[in-house]
Structures are given as C-alpha cells and as structure tokens.
C-alpha cells in the first residue's frame, strides 16, 4: 500500500467517526473553504479508501460488531410481531430480539381490577427501508421494455406538438373584423 500523508491519515480516521467526508476533512485540517471539494477527491484516492476500510475493519473486530450482527438486529425491529413481544414479556423473556423495536409499554389496570399490558412498537418502517436498500430492492434501474420507452417518447413528442401548435395559434396575427 502507497504511504498517505499525515493529512490523508487524519481524514481517515476523522471520516470513520462520522462516514461525514467534508467535516472529517476540516477536522483534519484541510481548507475550511475548499473541504467539500477536496473530501471528495480524497474519497476518489486508492489509498485512501483502502484505509478507511482497514480502519472499519479494525473497528468492526475491535467491538465485535458486524454487518451480520446489523443485519439481524434490523431484521428484528422490522419483522417484530406485537403478539410475539407480548408473549415474550408475560414469559419473563430477558433476551429478546424484538424487544429493539418496542417504543412503549405500559401496564394498566382497569376498575374491576384487570390488568392489561399495552405495548407499541416503532422503527419496522425505517428497518424495512434499510433492509430493502441493503437487498438492493430500491435500484433505481430502468426496467422499462424498449416498446414502453417509445410510446412515453411518443406522448412527449405529441404533447411538445401541441404546446407549440397552441402557441403558434397565439402568437398569429389577428384577423381584421369587418
């Protein structure tokens, strides 16, 4: 691997707080007036990136968190259950997945002394979303046939045809009334 400079190590271990590249450039020293642009350059150098990863990879032993641990933890808060969680809760359950997705829960007690458990979950939206960009769901491919492509152009064209039909129609001289 090619040496970086004392800047370009700095902006690697700033970028990785953060994943913010213009501040992890001013933090590391860069011009305040120039950091967007030279952030992205230093993102765009070999060497740079391959640091950045070896300081994630690093990072990732070092606390024991791993992109399968995210992953699951994900997929526990956006496939949890209500019915599951409560279940879990009236078990005594300590150590539940699904327990990342609770908001709140409370107890209540009603006037002829029942009691029932509320509970409400948050974040199954967010971690969908996550996961589905994860899977790739979101690529914003064409996926349009070559046959769909050429009727959209053909309503366009007919659509600019008529715009400039109708201006074409005002912009003519009017008609001396007799």
């Excluded at 790739?136 to 491919?141: H, S």
């Amino acid at each position: 691997m090619t040496h970086l400079t004392k800047k370009e190590t700095a902006f690697s271990q700033e970028y990785i707080i953060d994943l913010n590249a213009t501040a992890a450039c001013k933090r590391a020293g860069y011009s305040e007036k120039s950091a967007d642009k030279i952030a992205h350059q230093l993102l765009g150098k070999t060497r740079v990136q391959e640091e950045i990863q070896r300081l994630q990879k690093e990072r990732s032993i070092r606390t024991q968190i791993t992109a399968d641990k995210v992953l699951q933890e994900l997929a526990a808060v956006a496939f949890a259950r209500v019915p599951e969680i409560m279940a879990a809760i009236e078990e005594g359950k300590e150590d539940f997945p699904a327990y990342a997705a609770l908001k709140t829960v409370k107890n209540t007690q009603s006037k002829n002394g029942e009691s029932t458990l509320n509970i409400s979950i948050d974040g199954k939206v967010k971690a969908l979303e996550l996961l589905g960009k994860h899977l790739g769901m979101f690529d914003k491919k064409d996926k349009k046939s070559p046959l769909d492509r050429e009727r959209s152009l053909d309503r366009i064209r007919g659509a600019i045809r008529r715009v400039k039909e109708s201006h074409a129609k005002i912009n003519q001289p009017s008609q001396p009334t007799q």
